[in-house]
């Protein structure tokens, strides 16, 4: 540390104070956790549409022969 620096300027060895961007209360979950929870959720949508478009393709079928 420079005797003579300013006040301001004497935090500047690895000593210095640690600036934190984030709060201390956020998540720390990695990003592999983050990306799996998120393919999960995909996935899960993608399940919930392949089943309305078989129930919908179901409905169109009951009703053509309803229609015949």
Same mark, same amino acid.
């Given at each position: 540390?420079?005797?003579?620096?300013?006040?301001?300027?004497?935090? $500047? @060895?690895?000593? #210095?104070?640690? !600036?934190?961007?984030?709060?201390?209360?956020?998540?720390?979950?990695?990003?592999?956790?983050?990306?799996?929870?998120?393919?999960? $959720? @995909?996935?899960? #949508?993608?399940? !919930?549409?392949?089943?309305?478009?078989?129930?919908?393709?179901?409905?169109?079928?009951?009703?053509?022969?309803?229609?015949?």
């Amino acid at each position: 540390m420079d005797p003579y620096a300013k006040p301001k300027e004497r935090k $500047v @060895a690895p000593q #210095r104070p640690k !600036i934190t961007h984030l709060p201390s209360s956020a998540e720390t979950r990695t990003r592999r956790e983050r990306q799996a929870e998120k393919q999960a $959720v @995909a996935t899960e #949508r993608r399940a !919930i549409k392949k089943s309305a478009r078989r129930h919908l393709k179901q409905q169109l079928l009951a009703e053509l022969e309803e229609g015949d």
